[in-house]
Structures are given as structure tokens and as C-alpha cells.
């Protein structure tokens, strides 16, 4: 392996600041620009459970790649291989090209599905 090899990079560790009190494994996040699904989060050493809320200070691993079923903004169709933006103001998927875009749609998604499966942006 080369002597500068760092990280594989699929994956991040993020402190969680004021205000992501409420984030759980599954959800989506922003990391500055890159996009991705909270793995698992831990808090004093101590995994936090998957049906536990975040606390400021816990750490967050984050999936930076793969494919990942996503809230989406409802009612809204997304066909296979839409691009995908993340609304970091409802913290949801949607085709609105104003937000960050994150990924494309891994499978179709009805207006009535309330998740939609992304293929994360890598690059």
C-alpha cells in the first residue's frame, strides 16, 4: 500500500453539533458538500441505538457511497436514474436542482413511497 494512503474514503466520522439532536441511523446528511446516510452513531464510547434521537457531541459514521433508501419529499415520482437533491432545510430527497445534489434514483418511486433508493454521488 502507498505510504500516503490515508482512508478507503467510503466512509466519514463527524462530531454532531447543536442542533442535530434529532438525526438517527438511516438519515441522510450533508458534510460540507458530500452527501451521505448516518451508519451508526455513538455517544460516550456507547452506540446509540437505532431508534435513539442524536445528541450534540455524539459521532456519526457516515456512508459516503452505496445505495440507500431515503426520505423523500412526498407527493413526488422519481423514475430510475432521476438526479437526486438533498433539502437541507426538511432533510429530504427531492428533483429540485437549487439544492445540493447528492445522487440518482437506484429504482422508481411512486408519489405515495416515502422513501426513495439513491445511488450516492462518489465523485
Known sequence: MAQNHIHPGGTIEVTLGSGETGL??????LVGS???VILSLTRNGQTVFSNQASAQGDIAVISLQGV????KTNPLVINLGDKLYWDNTAKELNKTNTNTFVGYAYAAAASTDGTVQIKLQTA
Do not use: H, L, W
Open 68 to 71: 440507500y433508501a431515503v426520505k
Open 24 to 29: 438517527k441511523v438511516g438519515d441522510g446528511r
Open 34 to 36: 458530500m452527501f451521505g
